[in-house]
């Protein structure tokens, strides 16, 4: 079938994000009627807490990407000794694997609260958010990189440059803004969903507690660490009993809900994230 | 005379590419169509030859859907007993097959032997049979992307387009129906190349009449045929595609108006100021990637002299094609890191060993500038008309009024706000071009480098280019040019204002 370039079922991407948020509001008034009401609470905050530490992560990224991918980029051309040495510090942040920093990352966030300072817990969303940040945004940093090596080799460059045009006004708008919103859109997207596993995963890591003093409980409630809460991991467990009795399925949707929703929130939500990040590769032909 | 018009409409999802009303071109003529470039010329005739896929394009030709048009009698005849000669020939040769293999594909396996086209086409100063055994030598190769050159791709391709003329005359004799199409058959070729490529066709066409569609920018094929070919003149039509506020339409040209305004343009020997110091003065000798190049006066290497461009004058800079004529202006803009390179700029000395910030700060868009050759690498395609602009080292606020009136020197009727607002990747070439030009000759600078300026525009506005190129003169700026339009460079340089440019290797 041949469809129509800009329709909605043409634009994976589009088709995506509203299935995705179409999901989420199914999922929503599916809870509100049957999830007791406690719970449905925590499923709402864990689930606007990750959305908003993982929109911080995205703006962080873009932020210190950007930011250092013109640094370099400057840097190689002004500065070898400086760009060297800045590529060599990047390279060792590089180095870490992602789950390790950011765990380093939450260390230091139970060493601050042990020392009352962080207490609030938007600045623990806030600090989590650096962290998770700090270990992704070189991926941005790559692109805009790549994007400024790719349109530096252009005559389009040269020929503004030649008519005195500011290089820096060059990459930022021409490259960067006019010619690379869709890539770095598609990084974004990728790096929202990154931030939404990394902070899962190490909330569920971190469940066991970090210190004496410090456990899950002092930190505020995001989707992970939701799902490290013994009633979720029941939930979850109850799938289980379906391979032994398949008509108990019916209480998964009816009793098992807290688990279920959160575990359905994040699988579900790295699967649409998955599928537009696709869709907008596919549609800008990236 | 019969004469078929054609109402062609071509559009790619929503949006039109091509909507002509009354494209004509008459039976056993040659119509050699010009136009600005990207105004439609090879999609209209790769239409009505039926080369277009018809799931990639929305092809309708005289209203009636493009697979009913191309079950037409007469278009499947035409497609059985004609040639297209495209205008990107790199693209159409296949890399598996010798060049030999190539000439003798298809139906051109029943034409005659190619061998004395081959010698004509390859026979420039060095002896017939000499360049018999270099055509020869040549048909053994695998075409590849650098090997052989663009030219002599080009010849190649003309090669096949003669042999099937000759295969196919006793059948345009019989009444048959053929169309041979050259798009842009001599881009690539010097003007001896193209001469003799037009006296091989002319020859032909003089012992019985076929029909010619012949697509170029080279308005200096008028003056050819006007020269050499005066008995055929009234067999060979012209016309221009042109797109106005009604659309595309097609309208003869007259030869005339071209060949009496080049007349008009002969300039006088310019005469040097007394106690005038060149504004630019580029050493004889420079260096880069290796090899050498050195400016001379004369074609023949002899008389090495320094390229100087003196306030108000233009300056032509020639030298076969590949030589570096581009790499040399791009050394002197410093956009490429040079050997061995001296000038003087406005009474600064600056070298291959000058800092980069001089250039940043002092030199670009400010003493000197260039308009690089394609518009379409030179511009972001991603720029509104209006956001070219923006940017440059200029004092004054670029408003739409200032931006209107500085367009209006090189475009018409077009600019409206809808134009000004219009995305670079969705002008034509022409326009792209004009754009690319105007962009660098709002700049207040001394010098302004001109590669191929000229190329893919229309007569119209060739003659707006000339015109402000002479306003700019007479505020004493000056200009390098580099065209392969041998015959506009005449007209707006004098002799003694012309420079040859060599390179070598050494050793």
Known sequence: MILKRGTIVSRQDILWTCIWVGGLIVLGIWDGLFLNSPAFVM????????????????????????????????????????????????????????????????????????????????????????????????????????????????????????????????????????????????????????????????????????????????????LGSLLAKLDSKQDILAIGTILKDITSIRSLFFEHLQGISTACIIVFSLFCLYKISQGLARHYRL | MKTTGYNVRIAVDDRVLVDVRGFQFSHNEITVLFGESGIGKSLISRALYGLLDPDEFDVTVNDEPYEAYLNRPEVRAIR?????????????????????????????????????????????????????????????????????????????????????????????????????????????????????????????????????????????????????????????????????????????????????????????????????????????????????????????????????????????????????????????????????????????????????????????????????QHADEALNPASRVKEIFEGLPIQETVTPDMLRKHLGRLFDDELSEEFLNTRVFALSGGQKQRLNLARALVLRTDIVLLDEPFNGLDFESITRVFSMLSELQKEERGFVLVSHNEEIVRALVPEENTYFLRARNPG
């Open chain 1, 43 to 222: 499923v709402q905050t864990a689930f606007r807490n990750t959305v908003l530490a993982c929109t911080f992560v995205l703006l962080l990224s873009l932020l210190f990407g950007w930011a250092s991918g013109i640094a370099l980029h400057f840097l190689e051309t002004n500065n070898r000794p400086l760009y060297l040495l800045t590529t060599f510090a990047l390279n060792v942040l590089r180095s870490v694997p992602q789950i390790i920093g950011t765990l380093i990352g939450y260390v230091i966030l139970t060493f601050f609260l042990g020392r009352g300072i962080l207490n609030s817990q938007t600045s623990q969303l806030a600090w989590m958010s650096l962290v998770i940040a700090l270990v992704v945004f070189q991926e941005v940093t790559d692109l805009v990189r790549e994007r400024i090596a790719h349109y530096s080799k252009l005559e389009f460059f040269h020929a503004m440059l030649s008519c005195g045009i500011k290089e820096h006004r060059i990459i930022n708008r021409e490259i960067l803004w006019k010619n690379s919103r869709a890539h770095l859109l598609n990084k974004l997207v990728s790096i929202f969903a990154t931030a939404i596993f990394l902070q899962c995963s190490i909330d569920f890591i971190v469940s066991v507690g970090l210190s004496t003093d410090v456990s899950l409980s002092n930190f505020p409630v995001t």
């Open chain 2, 80 to 372: 059985e007993n004609s040639f297209f000669v495209f205008q990107e020939p790199s693209s159409h040769l296949t890399p598996l097959m010798t060049l030999r293999e190539q000439l003798r594909e298809g139906s051109l396996a029943k034409a005659p032997a190619e061998s004395a086209i081959l010698r004509e086409l390859w026979t420039q100063e060095e002896s017939r049979e000499d360049a018999a055994i270099a055509a020869d030598k040549l048909l053994d190769v695998f075409p590849k992307p650098h090997r052989p050159s663009g030219g002599e791709k080009q010849r190649m391709f003309l090669v096949m387009a003669l042999k099937k003329i000759d295969m196919v005359l006793a059948l345009a004799r019989a009444g048959k129906e053929c169309l041979f199409v050259f798009d842009e058959p001599t881009g690539s070729l010097d003007n001896h190349f193209r001469n003799v490529f037009l006296s091989l066709l002319l020859r032909r066409f003089k012992a019985h009449p076929f029909t010619v569609l012949l697509i170029t920018h080279d308005y200096s094929i008028i003056s050819e045929i006007a020269h050499a070919h005066k008995g055929l003149r009234d067999k060979i039509v012209f016309k221009e595609l042109k797109r106005t506020t009604q659309g595309l339409i097609l309208e003869g040209f007259d030869g005339e108006t071209y060949t009496g305004w080049l007349h008009r343009q002969q300039r006088e020997p310019s005469l040097r100021k007394n106690n005038t110091s060149p504004l630019l003065s580029v050493e004889s000798r420079s260096a880069m990637f290796g090899r050498e190049l050195t400016i001379t006066r004369d074609q023949t290497g002899e008389n090495e002299c320094p390229l100087e461009v003196y306030p108000g004058k233009i300056v032509s800079l020639k030298a076969p094609s590949g030589e570096g004529k581009t790499t040399f202006l791009k050394m002197i803009m410093g956009l490429l890191e040079a050997e061995q390179f001296r000038m003087v700029l406005c009474g600064h000395a600056v070298s291959h060993e000058s800092a980069g910030s001089l250039w940043r700060h002092d030199i670009w868009g400010k003493r000197m500038t260039m308009v690089f």
